[in-house]
């Protein structure tokens, strides 16, 4: 998609638009693609990179710009910079059905994913599949809200869920059993899947106690019994309870 705009004379190309009404007017900016939703979740913090330009349009692909008059009256300001963030901030981003449906698609199985990687069902103490988080989350007709990211669903998701069945959010108390040949070596493989190591014991085998996110389960598992052929070993001590706040998703 090309848009020209003759009140600045240069040609938009990969736009998308950001609409937002406010005191009873449309308002539109010009965006890259796909940088929206990365500066709404956090990823991108560079305005420039996200803004084809700090214009704000009545409409973008006329290239009409709002009036100074009717910025101000609406937002209260005429700094064009801030008022391009509360509409990115606020506003509605412009995409095809089919741009929707595959956004929707894609943000849907993202929040069941770090849900299921985040929570566990206490009775068993284990994780929940992605597939089955989908399924819940389609059973309590969650809706994807465009303005928030994955990450602040995926909390609001973990809440709505508790009401309907048994889940969750912790880390998992595990021992780890690694033979003494083997330890150094796959400790080093482990680290970036423990959060914290709570003891350490190394006799003829290295014992390890750590809390991990119940998502990493399965490759610690694996791991273990892969790397020393079946001479390791995992065990499920407990849960440890993330209160809200305590951890950031």
Known sequence: MSIFTPTNQIRLTNVAVVRMKKGGKRFEIACYKNKVVSWRSGAEKDLDEVLQTHSVFVNVSKGQ???????????????LTEICKQILANGELQVSDKERRTQLETSFRDIATIVAEKCVNPETKRPYTVNLIERAM????????ANKSTKQQAL???????????IQRAHMRLRLMLPAKDAKRLKEKLKPLLQI???????EDLEMVVLVDPGCYREIDELIRCETKGRGS????????????EEKL
């Open 65 to 79: 710009a709002a009036k100074k008059d009717d910025l101000t009256g609406a937002f209260g300001t005429d700094d």
């Open 138 to 145: 389609k059973d309590i007709h969650y809706s994807i809200k």
């Open 156 to 166: 609001e998701v973990i809440r709505q869920l508790k009401e309907t069945m048994e």
């Open 197 to 203: 190591v709570e003891s350490e014991d190394f006799d």
């Open 234 to 245: 995992l065990e499920v001590l407990s849960l440890k309870d993330v209160e809200e706040g």
